[in-house]
């Protein structure tokens, strides 16, 4: 066996291992769903093929209809929120100030916890009769019958989720955030400081575009995962009131798992969620390369 053979088998070998948790995971489950979407299967009679049908059925499906709608609202309210706020939060903790590394670690603290508490203290937080957010409202003299519902809510249910995710995943970017401001050059800073420039010029001049990998990266990341959001849904609101918050992967798991399973008509709604994850994402990758 000659040098660059082995190397190559060795090489092979490290990649192995991950590949093949890859196949048997991810790739083998997904080609069968593909194939399931086209499909009838409850789990218990023979598989049937029945073409598009799943697919024409979901156009009369009101649930489908407001979990594709709602996770549409979601990502828009989730994305831009959390990108402005992890990167003012990068921004600020970069500086030099006084227990700079705890208030970094307070902020990244949520991203960590547990969702199961930190969703029992955001809905005791919000609790629409003794929570204290009300409360203080209620002293600021807003009326007892005007307070929000929040989470309880069919109106505020929504912003209540998308805030309750930009508090948790905003530490997880702005850490992103802050190793893309440190590798920035501090030397175009202070040449555009010396040509007159103030902060604000500073920042959107000259460190914003040096940032645009990182912003790229960020939005990514960002968009995917407001697509497949459902822990945040199931913690909090359960997909309610109504279908108030209802999103796409909470419909795949309702339909697969919780009413009477219908494993075809899942796999369809799952194949819906990844062309529009891949539109997006093909969007946002040609967008970046005419930026470039």
């Not at 093949?20 to 489950?29: A, E, H, N, Y």
């Not at 989720?161 to 590798?183: C, H």
Request: aromatic share 14%.
């Amino acid at each position: 066996m000659n040098k660059s053979l082995r190397e190559s088998l060795i090489a092979y070998s490290f990649i192995a291992p991950n590949f093949i948790g890859f196949c048997i995971i991810t790739l083998v489950p997904m080609v069968i769903s593909i194939g399931l979407a086209f499909c009838d299967w409850d789990g218990v009679h023979p598989v049937e093929f029945i073409g598009l049908q799943n697919f024409l059925d979901l156009l009369k499906d009101d649930t489908f209809k407001a979990s594709f709608v709602n996770t549409i609202v979601y990502t828009v309210g989730t994305v831009p929120l959390t990108l402005v706020c992890s990167l003012g939060l990068a921004i600020l903790l970069n500086q030099k100030v006084k227990f700079r590394n705890f208030f970094r670690t307070v902020s990244f603290f949520p991203y960590v916890a547990s969702l199961v508490a930190v969703a029992a203290v955001w809905n005791m937080i919000f609790n629409p009769a003794m929570g204290p957010v009300n409360q203080l409202l209620s002293m600021l003299g807003v009326a007892q019958q005007d307070l929000p519902r929040w989470a309880a809510g069919r109106d505020t249910a929504m912003i209540t989720v998308i805030l309750f995710s930009v508090w948790k995943n905003m530490g997880y970017y702005m850490v992103i955030y802050l190793a893309g401001l440190q590798g920035t050059n501090l030397e175009l800073n202070e040449a555009a400081e010396l040509d007159g420039a103030n902060k604000w010029q500073i920042f959107w001049h000259v460190t914003l575009p040096q940032l645009r990998p990182t912003t790229f990266f960020v939005i990514i990341m960002l968009t995917i995962n407001s697509f497949k959001v459902y822990d945040q849904m199931y913690m909090i609101t359960q997909g309610g009131p109504g279908n108030a918050t209802m999103t796409l992967v909470y419909d795949i798991y309702n339909v697969a798992f919780v009413n009477t399973p219908r494993y075809g008509y899942a796999s369809a709604i799952s194949m819906v969620l990844f062309i529009l994850v891949l539109i997006v994402t093909l969007v946002q990758f040609r967008g970046s390369a005419a930026n470039e």
